[in-house]
């Protein structure tokens, strides 16, 4: 059925039950399955800075925390993972590397932005299932 899945996760508690949701399935379906847990760094664009900030220092800060939170969720639970780093637009390098890692499902969080915001500002998952060449199975 499924070979490979890749987690998207962003450190947000819909993040994590999408990743314990893709657990729970690998182990519900009892055959060898791939799982990469990749976490995506935004772009940060500033015209100007009004205070020394060394942003990359705390994106990768973020980026650590984020994905060692997910290695421990991961760590007992027998699943064979990779976990994963990239910089950009989430949506884009978030199906890129499903696409290129020949993963047959995305889960991830699903966010409950307002018709308003989705509108103004798009989701990530809204993208994701958008443009992905592969199932998207969205995690409330």
Known sequence: MY???LVPVDGSQQASKALDHAIHLVKAINAPIRLSV????GRVAMSQ??????????LEKEENEVLSAAAAQLRDSGVDYTLLRADGDPSTLICNTAKERSCDLIVMGSRGVGLVSEILLGSVSHGVSQHAHCPVLLVK
């Open 3 to 5: 070979n490979h899945i």
């Open 49 to 58: 800075a009004f205070v020394y900030v060394d942003v990359g220092e705390m």
């Open 38 to 41: 990749i976490h995506v760094t």
